[in-house]
């Protein structure tokens, strides 16, 4: 299994509402980030976790609450987010440094 | 600490011919060197990349890249693009070694003329 699987692939939200984006790989790589995009930028780092541990938090936002459950999974939790956050958000995977594996994104829009 | 320069955000090129997509990176270390591509709503997929070894490197798809670590350059060749290569291409860096922050460079469009 090459792949990192991102879920849900769309999310429309209010600014009050709780919502909370997965992403799950099974190539035994033990760091795994969230970048968030907006259109017609490159990605930004969020957050990475490395041996299931917060090891870069890019001075994000509250609102967004970083999870890794175990070395397969990683979760964003959104909480009372701002019309701006409205972005693809993309999770990746790698072993050391040496190139990532992204999932195809959730497309986020805060209405 | 590292950074990527793209200087072309777009780069139209008519089908069949050549294409060479630049990028230059700065850092004091030694360094690691990727290029990605992203496709129309979906994700970036990893091109190719230098880890060590020979300068020159090749995708399955027939992009190749070579490091220049004179010139601090590592730009993306092909000698006949086809319409399916439209697409965004990120250049990247990061240190060697270990879990490091990656830096992408801003993106070149690659658009292909039919």
């Known amino acids: 299994d090459t792949e990192v699987t991102q879920t849900p692939k769309h999310l429309v939200m209010g600014m009050t509402n709780k919502k909370s984006l997965k992403c799950e790989q099974h190539m035994g790589h033990r760091a795994m980030y969230w970048y968030k995009q907006k259109a017609k930028k490159p990605p930004e780092l969020m957050f990475v976790y490395s041996y299931e541990k917060l090891s870069i938090n890019e001075s994000v936002p509250s609102r967004f609450s970083p999870e890794c459950p175990n070395s397969s999974l990683l979760n964003l939790h959104l909480h009372a987010l701002q019309p701006e956050d409205s972005a693809l958000y993309l999770c990746?995977?790698?072993?050391?440094?040496?190139?990532?594996?992204f999932g195809s994104g959730t497309r986020l829009t805060v209405v | 600490a590292q950074s990527v320069t793209q200087l072309d955000s777009q780069v139209p090129v008519f089908e069949e011919a050549p294409v060479e997509l630049r990028c230059n990176y700065s850092s004091s270390v030694s360094v690691y060197l990727f290029w990605y591509v992203q496709y129309p709503n979906q994700g970036l997929q990893l091109l190719l990349k230098y880890l060590s070894g020979s300068t020159l490197v090749k995708s399955i798809n027939g992009f190749e890249a070579e490091f220049n670590k004179s010139q601090t350059s590592f730009h993306l060749r092909k000698p006949s693009v086809h319409i399916s290569d439209t697409a965004e291409y990120f250049c990247a860096v990061s240190r060697s070694g270990g879990y490091q922050k990656v830096t992408f460079g801003t993106g070149t469009k690659l658009q292909v003329i039919p």
């Open positions: 990746a995977s790698s072993q050391e440094s040496r190139g990532y594996t």
